[in-house]
């Protein structure tokens, strides 16, 4: 296997059919459980370890670039290594998949929620499994800050990003961006005085080993840039395929219409998702819940539980939350006809996106490999995303763990808990679920499983 191969281009020589590899990426779909540490696991140990299609360096490299994309990084990631395969099928086949298991079953698990939610068999299990939810998302914060805040600087970019949304509810966008701005001007500044930069915190990979044989490896040069012809025409196209959809939409029913209102606020979603599902549901939860009103802060836990449950980039959540507005807010057509239009419409602008930024910026990001710079800002949001998921946390618990909140008015955008309405089997599933978490090291399988086994126990036990 050569490392002349050219990424995007599939060659004699090449070694790996395209039917091969679209069965190793559904095999990967399936197993695309946990989030997307899971995730990327499963495709380390397949591409790299088991195939050997990409050295460890590439996929690090490709790892490390997805990251700074907004949208899901593992289903990126997996566009970006079927790109380099195959081209653009590769890439549709490899992201394609990737989704469409966690589509099928959140679709399923929607249908069901708003069928059956109101039963107490199932009300006792989702109680069980909010603060078992409410457990993994501050795992996620601990994991994510290990890797991310490795000095002063990042600690400091972490807690004016917290600052930020949970006191002043600056927009998360805004957020992203400031500390990607910062990373990027703070290593050039200390570059130019010649000292060490402390935003390369998120390291590019060394050289490959001497004796790997992979189809992409770091041996040869950068690939050059492509034509901007090209580059436009793929833009172009991947617009379209983005946007005629919901101009349809808005010519069949209407500007104001349900379908139309979430096609336009998951398309500004899917711009802004840096940092992962965890980073931007505070954003998503602030407008579907206190702004749109499509569902409720447990209903949005709800959907999180079932996102963490099926396969699939756990942003597949935006899924169940169009599907509940549309449900809601129908319009002319039947609630359960319109939930499933509003999965589709918010999966497809969810997705579609992620499409466009791999096919015209991955060739970019092969002629870029190895700049400083970008990694300096790659880190700076990193860390801005600790601190927001810490925010996102704290959000999730003032409803978990109370009953009643209260939101402070300006100059404060925040919301608190109620002392007196704290919900103390709520507490303890939650101490439960943290202790098997950090202590026992269990999986998400295992310990959403326990929470909703306690869940049940407690209504079981107190009629609930």
């Not at 959809?245 to 069949?252: F, Y």
Request: with cysteine; net charge neutral; hydrophobic share 55%.
């Amino acid at each position: 296997m050569s490392g002349s191969v050219r990424p995007g281009r599939a060659a004699p020589a090449h070694g790996v059919s395209f039917g091969e590899a679209a069965r190793v990426w559904a095999r990967i779909a399936a197993q695309s459980f946990g989030g997307p540490a899971g995730q990327i696991a499963v495709m380390q140990r397949v591409l790299v370890d088991e195939k050997r299609w990409f050295s460890q360096d590439r996929f690090l490299h490709a790892m490390s670039y997805t990251m700074l994309l907004p949208g899901p990084e593992a289903q990126q990631l997996a566009t970006y290594g079927g790109w380099m395969l195959h081209g653009w099928r590769g890439g549709l086949v490899a992201g394609g998949l990737f989704v469409l298991p966690g589509f099928v079953a959140i679709l399923a698990l929607s249908l069901l929620y708003v069928g059956f939610a109101d039963v107490a068999l199932v009300s006792a299990i989702l109680f069980g499994l909010k603060p078992a939810v409410l457990a993994i998302v501050v795992e996620a914060v601990v994991r994510i800050g290990r890797r991310a805040l490795r000095n002063r600087i990042m600690v400091q970019i972490a807690a004016a990003a917290f600052v930020a949304i949970f006191v002043f509810g600056v927009p998360f966008p805004w957020i992203v961006a400031g500390a990607g701005l910062l990373g990027y001007i703070g290593h050039t500044l200390t570059q130019a005085d010649g000292g060490e930069s402390r935003f390369l915190v998120v390291r590019q990979p060394s050289s490959s080993h001497p004796g790997e044989t992979s189809v992409f490896d770091d041996h040869h040069a950068p690939a050059p840039p492509p034509s901007l012809g090209r580059t436009l025409g793929v833009a172009a196209l991947w617009l379209a395929i983005w946007w005629l959809p919901v101009l349809a939409l808005v010519a069949v029913t209407g500007r104001d219409s349900i379908f139309v209102t979430e096609g336009l606020f998951f398309s500004k979603v899917a711009v802004v998702t840096f940092g992962g599902a965890y980073a931007v549901l505070a954003y998503i939860g602030q407008q579907a819940v206190e702004v749109y009103g499509w569902l409720s802060p447990g209903e949005m836990l709800d959907g999180l539980g079932m996102a963490e449950t099926t396969p699939g980039p756990l942003i597949q959540v935006v899924q169940f939350v169009g599907f509940m507005g549309a449900y809601r807010f129908p319009g002319e057509l039947d609630p359960l006809v319109a939930g499933l239009v509003g999965s589709v419409v918010t999966t497809w602008v969810t997705y579609a996106p992620c499409f466009l930024w791999i096919f015209t910026g991955a060739p970019y990001i092969e002629h870029l490999r190895g700049r400083a710079s970008l990694t300096a800002a790659l880190s700076a949001i990193t860390a801005a995303v600790v601190g927001v998921i810490l925010n996102l946390a704290i959000w999730f618990a003032a409803h978990v763990f109370f009953r009643e909140t209260v939101t402070l008015g300006p100059p404060v955008d925040t919301t608190l808990p109620v002392p007196g309405s704290v919900d103390v089997a709520a507490v303890a599933i939650g101490a439960a679920a943290f202790v098997v978490l950090f202590r026992r090291h269990w999986g998400i399988f295992r310990t959403l499983g326990l929470g909703a086994g306690l869940g049940l126990a407690y209504a079981l036990a107190t009629g609930m």
